[in-house]
């Protein structure tokens, strides 16, 4: 079991039955969030970046939303119902938009083939924690 | 003229019809993030501070959610329409609730009674921003 | 290998000899902005939570110090390294006097014992890493 | 008197004498991360960008030390002193480092120029207030 793990069973506010889901989700925000800040800065390093500009900016979009998106996830306590769902859209949109742009590089770039296959995991995991806020 | 009306002016990419509605929704959400920071913190330091809880808890969230949309418009470049409509509901309303929390406590607390004016302010700037992006 | 790992890997200024210390840096900080996280909100959802306010302040700002500090060597492309080595040097200090508060609660609280272990990792990792950059 | 100013005087804890120097420190860290957030996304936008690489680098760094330095000075209550002093030398640094870089294309690029100008400002402001803090 991982410390996030941990630390949310140590929480005085138990997860209610979504819990499994929010977990996944904050694993998957915190990790798109670190994977997409390599990325920008594997693009900057590439030798022929000028057509990765698009994707760089995407890149440093996508992993501010989600290191928000995972820590509001991350703090259990009750909370403003709606505000975290339409964060969770706007990361799951970010994430959908980054990993296109990243896929259009995967075959030329190993980071943006990894990058591209974590966001859409990340942009998952979000959708179904709004299926699992909206009932 | 602010540094970041000068920074904006000096962008290569200039603003569009919207770019007056953007520059306001850039500095209310940079201010707001400020406040709501500043708010966290005087409530933990309220002498009876255990019924300032939740907003403790919306003004950290509050917090995050301003400051990560700040820096999305401080990036005028193109960037994903959808995203950043998401990200401009998920500020707004969290603002509103924060706002209203705060609110409650406004007759005791200077420190929430700004922090509420500030939060109704914020709002308002991201729906007007809403407003330019979705004609 | 984690995602981290093969995003460093793929990267195309590859990490020096420090390599394998710089990726431990990484990890430990995120991990511990994310149990700090978690520990803040813990605390605050305690009934009496009143003695914890030192905790939650220094876990708040811990939080932020190691999301900086982890992000910064997400980015491996050459850097100013004194800037580095000041932010490892408050990312360690940060890490001891947060994970020496959470300490103090450990015997009753789950999540202060576990998030003063993941703070006393990270200041580690922190401390070698400064070993690492300063010869 | 802007909101920062408001909210500190209303802050439960006041200021010592060393108010008006870390509200200084304060506005400054803010200005200088959203004015390097806003450099950092015009040098990419500009035509010929390869060469401002290590100062896209440089602003993205600087902007988000700056802000983690200035958010934890907008938490006035008491804190671990030596952690604030690495971090303010950290940022002092950084503000360094990305100051001389835009300075050298301050000549051509507007957003360079005001970006060396805010960078050089945030400095001072934060080596005076680790005057203020060791005595």
Do not use: W, Y
């Not at 996944?24 to 030798?47: G, H, M, N, Y």
């Not at 990765?52 to 119902?81: E, K, M, Q, W, Y």
């Not at 075959?107 to 591209?116: L, N, P, S, T, V």
């Amino acid at each position: 079991m991982g410390h996030i793990e941990k630390m949310l069973r140590a929480h005085p506010e138990p997860a209610g039955s979504d819990g499994d889901t929010a977990l996944a989700c904050i694993k998957a925000c915190f990790e798109c969030a670190e994977v997409c800040t390599v990325c920008a800065d594997a693009c900057l390093a590439e030798p022929d970046m000028q057509h990765l500009v698009t994707c760089i900016r995407l890149n440093l979009d996508c992993a501010d939303i989600c290191a928000v998106t995972g820590r509001l996830f991350a703090r259990p306590s009750p909370r403003d119902a709606e505000t975290l769902q339409h964060q969770l859209e706007a990361c799951a949109r970010s994430c959908r938009s980054c990993g296109d742009e990243c896929q259009k590089h995967a075959a030329q770039m190993a980071h943006c083939r990894i990058c591209a296959e974590v966001c859409v995991r990340c942009a998952e995991a979000c959708e179904r924690m709004i299926g699992a806020l909206v009932p």
